[in-house]
């Protein structure tokens, strides 16, 4: 990257020898040119030495045997397509871990926006004692850490002395022998659900909230006065003028849910035990961190990477769109 | 009629709030009682304690060679700072070159910003471990602080856009007027106003940084480097169904995050707003 810094920077100065009658306003421009590339050289930098270097040697591994021998020997051995072979044949993939992923990510962006959408409007017609507690109530969620949330649920619904056993069994629903909620994978998802969209609404709703608070009131009014009702003037008024933030929380949302790590992982059986609940992200972990099959991981994760760029393709069409109006 | 409905709107008002505000507090609210119940053997149990201890705190900070749960929170103050701090500082350079200026290759710059943003940190996981392998780097707090203060980067510049967009650039203007350099226009007219950008980016790259668990997961097998997301899982290994330990811990890895959020509260979307809807 410090590359194309730097001949982007020659690039927009090019610096004609013979043009040297006005020397003190050329450089000064040739400094005014530079300096926002400058100012960009050290997070450039950072970003392309961690996050876009990494991309690529990821990928270049997805084509290559490297395991535990090949990190001895220090020779990992190419072996074209093989890896994606390997993790796109079979039943595995489309049976178990796709559905987990995409299901799991649609049904939490829906869960999340909807929520938060709801609560933003609960918000705006609440007066500021009890709006106070909700954001209050809602910035606690927010702030309760993903590692700590998931234990909370999983204490929640132990299968051995969890809340819910025992509240069911005290009111006779659930029998002397329980329900190990963990193990199924509806169920399982269902509680990694609820995990979510807890954690993550609080962020919609208080940016919905924010934005909605912009909105002039007398388009509100005007409305009213030709007999629109409340949905109506929700979807003529507050969505259209609200899209672009509509539209950034929805891209960040299936961006993290697509994604989510922890909060499957640190459940019962998450970690491996169980494989029915595994999705792209912690199987392509377990497949190369944990069994050292490092090739067949990285390709299960150059798999989840072309996903999410497919979706960030996508919205950021929605957002340039939105930027041009605007 | 239309009083009958503004009761009836009124209360199902009431019932939704009461509604949004157990969901959203209930786990929140099971953690503490079960952390301080001297009998937390069972959930029911615990949800309204009645033998309260501390000894489920002691017993956390106290466990382990490693010295629990003192040694993994200061492990993860020293990373938080770092990427605090080193967050800020890039951040703010990124964005004041992405709002002040109109450059050549400015669209793709903020579009790179925008895509690197989606990369999951599963996938870079992979090669970051055996980099960090290759630099003998694991179990190295300044290792896992630099991959943090990469991922934390994109989102801030692009958070903090929103509130150097915001800074009028009349004021800038009357800087140059007043005879001062471009760094001394920087240093006395922008910084001061970007503040509460700032302490929105400190907040974000906090938590991030307080919390992680992938990479904390694997970079870190000493228990002594530990961070409090991994060091939570060592210790729900180590004291399997010690329920009170574990949510002990867990409260004392959370009332840092809340007390970050509920000081930069009005900050943290105001720039995501901003810099969409404008």
Redesign the interface.
Known sequence: MEDVTAT?GV??APAPAGDARRPVRRTRSLTA?L???L??A???A??A???????V??TY?SFQRYGLKE?ISGHPSFVGLDNYREALSGSYLWRTVLPNTVLFAVVAVVGTIVLGT??AL?LQ??GPK?RA?????????????????T???V??F?P????????LQ?AGLLGPDGYNWFTDRLSFYGIAELNVI?HSY??VA??LF??LT?IPQELHEAARIDGANAWQRFWQITVPV?R??F??VTVLST?WD??V??QI??MPGGSGSNPDVLN???W??MK??NQNQ?GL??AI??L??LV??A??AVY?RV?FK?DEI? | MSARTSVWAKAGKYAATAAVLLFTLFPVYFMLPTAFNGRASSGTDSLFPTHLTLSHFSRALSSGESGGFGRYMVNSAIVTVIVVVATCVLALLGAVAMTRFRFRLRTTVLVLILVVQMLPAEALVIPLFLQMKDLRMLNSLLGLAIVYIAFALPFAIWNLRGFVAAVPVELEEAAYLDGCSWWRMFRSVLLPLVVPGLIATSAFSFVLAWEEFTFALTFLNDPGRMTVGVGLAEFLGRNTNDWGGLMAASTLVTIPVVVVFVLAQRRLTVGLVAGAVK
């Open positions: 982007a690039r927009t040119r300096r926002p590339w100012l960009l050290a997070p450039l950072v970003i030495a961690l996050l876009l270097y990494p991309i040697r990821v591994l990190i709801l609560v609960l017609s609440l009890a507690a909700v954001i209050a109530a809602a910035l606690v969620a927010w702030a309760l850490p993903a590692v700590t949330g234990y909370v649920w204490w929640i132990d051995d002395s969890g809340l819910v056993r025992r509240t005290n807890h609080p962020f208080i940016t924010a934005g912009t609200l672009p933030v539209a950034v961006i697509f994604k790590f922890t992982y640190l792209l992200g912690v392509s972990y190369a961190i490092y991981g990285a994760a150059v989840l990477t999410l760029l979706i960030t950021l957002l939105e605007a």
